[in-house]
Protein backbone atom coordinates (compact mmCIF):
# COMPACT_ATOMS: atom_id res chain seq x y z
CA UNK A 1 0.00 0.00 0.00
CA UNK A 2 0.92 3.39 -0.84
CA UNK A 3 -0.38 6.64 0.11
CA UNK A 4 -0.20 9.69 -2.59
CA UNK A 5 -1.10 12.94 -3.36
CA UNK A 6 -2.07 15.08 -5.78
CA UNK A 7 -0.24 18.37 -6.41
CA UNK A 8 -3.42 20.47 -5.83
CA UNK A 9 -5.22 21.34 -2.30
CA UNK A 10 -7.42 17.84 -3.26
CA UNK A 11 -6.80 14.69 -1.07
CA UNK A 12 -6.32 11.60 -2.92
CA UNK A 13 -4.83 9.04 -1.42
CA UNK A 14 -4.14 5.32 -3.16
CA UNK A 15 -4.47 2.19 -0.81
CA UNK A 16 -4.63 -1.32 -2.11
CA UNK A 17 -8.17 -2.05 -2.84
CA UNK A 18 -9.98 2.07 -2.26
CA UNK A 19 -8.76 5.12 -2.77
CA UNK A 20 -9.77 7.99 -0.16
CA UNK A 21 -10.13 11.83 -1.86
CA UNK A 22 -11.61 14.62 -0.68
CA UNK A 23 -15.31 15.07 -1.32
CA UNK A 24 -17.61 16.77 -3.65
CA UNK A 25 -20.94 17.46 -4.36
CA UNK A 26 -21.32 14.30 -6.62
CA UNK A 27 -21.30 12.11 -3.37
CA UNK A 28 -24.65 13.64 -2.19
CA UNK A 29 -26.99 11.32 -3.36
CA UNK A 30 -25.17 8.51 -2.20
CA UNK A 31 -24.32 10.02 1.11
CA UNK A 32 -27.66 10.96 1.41
CA UNK A 33 -29.25 6.94 0.66
CA UNK A 34 -26.91 5.77 3.34
CA UNK A 35 -27.85 8.06 5.99
CA UNK A 36 -31.66 7.56 5.53
CA UNK A 37 -30.82 3.83 5.99
CA UNK A 38 -32.23 2.14 9.47
CA UNK A 39 -29.43 -0.73 9.02
CA UNK A 40 -26.59 1.54 8.76
CA UNK A 41 -27.52 4.17 11.52
CA UNK A 42 -27.77 1.00 14.07
CA UNK A 43 -24.66 -0.20 13.24
CA UNK A 44 -23.48 3.54 14.36
CA UNK A 45 -26.12 3.46 17.44
CA UNK A 46 -27.85 6.47 16.04
CA UNK A 47 -31.07 6.73 13.89
CA UNK A 48 -31.83 7.70 10.35
CA UNK A 49 -31.60 11.12 9.60
CA UNK A 50 -35.11 12.25 8.61
CA UNK A 51 -34.15 15.52 6.03
CA UNK A 52 -35.74 15.59 2.43
CA UNK A 53 -32.98 15.34 0.14
CA UNK A 54 -33.10 18.99 -0.46
CA UNK A 55 -32.58 20.14 3.16
CA UNK A 56 -29.73 18.10 3.65
CA UNK A 57 -28.02 18.97 0.09
CA UNK A 58 -27.39 22.15 1.36
CA UNK A 59 -25.69 20.86 4.86
CA UNK A 60 -23.48 18.40 2.35
CA UNK A 61 -22.77 21.85 0.66
CA UNK A 62 -21.73 23.65 3.51
CA UNK A 63 -19.71 20.79 4.05
CA UNK A 64 -17.97 20.50 0.99
CA UNK A 65 -17.12 24.05 0.45
CA UNK A 66 -16.39 24.72 4.17
CA UNK A 67 -14.46 21.75 5.89
CA UNK A 68 -13.81 22.06 9.09
CA UNK A 69 -9.82 22.64 10.50
CA UNK A 70 -10.64 20.02 13.34
CA UNK A 71 -11.66 16.89 11.24
CA UNK A 72 -10.73 15.36 7.52
CA UNK A 73 -13.84 14.13 5.70
CA UNK A 74 -13.03 11.95 2.81
CA UNK A 75 -14.69 9.67 0.36
CA UNK A 76 -13.85 6.68 -0.20
CA UNK A 77 -13.87 5.24 -4.25
CA UNK A 78 -13.18 1.66 -5.34
CA UNK A 79 -9.59 2.06 -7.71
CA UNK A 80 -12.35 2.31 -10.62
CA UNK A 81 -14.03 5.49 -9.02
CA UNK A 82 -17.14 3.84 -7.92
CA UNK A 83 -17.75 5.53 -4.55
CA UNK A 84 -18.82 3.29 -2.00
CA UNK A 85 -18.63 5.03 1.36
CA UNK A 86 -17.17 7.61 3.89
CA UNK A 87 -14.18 7.83 6.19
CA UNK A 88 -13.15 10.64 8.63
CA UNK A 89 -10.97 11.25 11.38
CA UNK A 90 -11.44 14.29 13.99
CA UNK A 91 -11.85 15.21 17.01
CA UNK A 92 -8.30 16.32 16.64
CA UNK A 93 -6.48 17.12 19.57
CA UNK A 94 -3.02 18.52 19.41
CA UNK A 95 -2.82 18.92 22.78
CA UNK A 96 -3.52 14.67 23.65
CA UNK A 97 -1.76 14.13 20.44
CA UNK A 98 -4.77 11.83 19.30
CA UNK A 99 -7.72 11.79 16.84
CA UNK A 100 -10.87 9.75 16.75
CA UNK A 101 -11.26 7.62 13.16
CA UNK A 102 -14.79 6.76 11.53
CA UNK A 103 -15.55 4.82 8.70
CA UNK A 104 -18.27 3.81 6.67
CA UNK A 105 -18.94 1.41 3.78
CA UNK A 106 -22.21 2.35 2.60
CA UNK A 107 -22.30 -0.19 -0.21
CA UNK A 108 -23.49 -4.00 0.53
CA UNK A 109 -21.93 -5.26 -2.49
CA UNK A 110 -18.07 -4.44 -0.68
CA UNK A 111 -18.77 -5.67 2.77
CA UNK A 112 -16.99 -8.63 3.95
CA UNK A 113 -14.08 -8.42 1.33
CA UNK A 114 -11.23 -6.44 2.84
CA UNK A 115 -12.42 -2.80 1.97
CA UNK A 116 -12.82 -1.98 5.53
CA UNK A 117 -9.53 -2.59 6.35
CA UNK A 118 -7.42 -1.24 3.67
CA UNK A 119 -9.88 1.99 3.95
CA UNK A 120 -8.38 2.12 7.73
CA UNK A 121 -4.89 0.67 6.54
CA UNK A 122 -4.72 3.83 4.40
CA UNK A 123 -6.19 6.46 6.66
CA UNK A 124 -3.60 5.83 9.60
CA UNK A 125 -0.96 5.91 7.07
CA UNK A 126 -2.31 9.31 5.88
CA UNK A 127 -2.71 10.41 9.71
CA UNK A 128 0.84 9.39 10.87
CA UNK A 129 2.44 10.31 7.85
CA UNK A 130 0.92 13.71 7.27
CA UNK A 131 0.27 14.81 11.11
CA UNK A 132 2.15 15.13 14.54
CA UNK A 133 -0.60 12.99 16.04
CA UNK A 134 0.12 9.74 18.43
CA UNK A 135 -2.43 7.91 18.89
CA UNK A 136 -6.24 6.74 16.78
CA UNK A 137 -8.67 5.70 18.54
CA UNK A 138 -12.28 4.53 17.62
CA UNK A 139 -15.62 3.36 19.38
CA UNK A 140 -17.62 0.29 17.37
CA UNK A 141 -20.62 -1.50 18.81
CA UNK A 142 -19.64 -4.17 21.23
CA UNK A 143 -21.81 -6.56 18.93
CA UNK A 144 -20.24 -5.64 15.64
CA UNK A 145 -17.68 -8.33 15.53
CA UNK A 146 -17.27 -8.02 11.57
CA UNK A 147 -16.10 -3.96 12.37
CA UNK A 148 -13.62 -5.30 15.35
CA UNK A 149 -12.18 -8.14 13.05
CA UNK A 150 -11.54 -5.56 10.15
CA UNK A 151 -10.09 -3.37 12.49
CA UNK A 152 -7.64 -5.91 14.05
CA UNK A 153 -6.41 -6.42 10.62
CA UNK A 154 -5.73 -3.15 10.30
CA UNK A 155 -3.37 -3.00 13.33
CA UNK A 156 -5.98 -1.74 15.94
CA UNK A 157 -6.27 -3.21 19.64
CA UNK A 158 -9.15 -3.42 21.69
CA UNK A 159 -8.42 -1.06 24.79
CA UNK A 160 -11.94 -1.81 26.97
CA UNK A 161 -15.75 -1.89 26.70
CA UNK A 162 -17.20 1.72 26.99
CA UNK A 163 -21.33 2.16 27.99
CA UNK A 164 -22.24 5.80 26.59
CA UNK A 165 -26.49 6.71 25.68
CA UNK A 166 -27.81 3.17 26.51
CA UNK A 167 -24.88 1.42 24.06
CA UNK A 168 -22.23 -0.44 24.65
CA UNK A 169 -18.83 0.41 22.42
CA UNK A 170 -15.48 -1.61 22.25
CA UNK A 171 -12.71 1.11 22.35
CA UNK A 172 -9.71 0.28 20.03
CA UNK A 173 -6.36 2.18 19.46
CA UNK A 174 -3.10 2.09 17.53
CA UNK A 175 -0.32 4.40 18.62
CA UNK A 176 2.03 5.83 16.25
CA UNK A 177 5.33 3.26 17.34
CA UNK A 178 2.98 0.02 17.11
CA UNK A 179 1.77 1.37 13.59
CA UNK A 180 5.64 1.99 12.75
CA UNK A 181 6.64 -1.23 13.60
CA UNK A 182 3.97 -3.29 11.47
CA UNK A 183 4.48 -0.49 8.43
CA UNK A 184 8.37 0.04 8.29
CA UNK A 185 8.30 0.27 4.32
CA UNK A 186 5.89 3.21 4.15
CA UNK A 187 7.94 6.85 4.66
CA UNK A 188 7.92 8.88 7.10
CA UNK A 189 5.85 11.57 5.54
CA UNK A 190 3.87 10.86 2.66
CA UNK A 191 2.16 14.67 2.41
CA UNK A 192 4.45 17.70 1.54
CA UNK A 193 4.23 20.54 3.81
CA UNK A 194 0.42 22.28 3.97
CA UNK A 195 -0.54 24.65 6.54
CA UNK A 196 -3.93 23.45 6.69
CA UNK A 197 -2.28 19.80 8.08
CA UNK A 198 -3.90 19.08 11.37
CA UNK A 199 -0.17 19.14 12.52
CA UNK A 200 -0.02 23.15 12.68
CA UNK A 201 -3.66 23.26 14.31
CA UNK A 202 -3.85 24.86 17.88
CA UNK A 203 -4.30 22.08 20.78
CA UNK A 204 -8.26 22.37 21.20
CA UNK A 205 -10.72 20.83 19.34
CA UNK A 206 -14.48 21.56 18.23
CA UNK A 207 -15.76 18.36 15.90
CA UNK A 208 -18.61 17.14 17.13
CA UNK A 209 -19.01 13.06 17.44
CA UNK A 210 -22.43 13.33 15.59
CA UNK A 211 -20.44 14.37 12.51
CA UNK A 212 -19.02 10.91 12.22
CA UNK A 213 -19.68 8.06 9.91
CA UNK A 214 -21.03 4.92 10.86
CA UNK A 215 -17.77 1.94 11.71
CA UNK A 216 -19.31 -0.74 10.40
CA UNK A 217 -16.11 -2.27 9.21
CA UNK A 218 -14.70 -3.87 6.39
Not at 64 to 81: E, F, K, N, Q
Amino acid sequence: MKAEYEATTELRLVGKLTVLRSKSMDDAEADYSWRIDPELAALDATRPITLTFNEYLRYHRDDVAYPSPWSSRMAIDTLDGHHIGNCMYYDINTEKSQCELGIMIGDRDYWGKGYGTDVVKTALAQIFGATELERVYLHTLIHNYRAQKSFLKAGLTPVREIKRDGYEFMLMEIWRKEWEVINPELPISTRSDDSSSPASLPPTTQASQTDADPIIGS
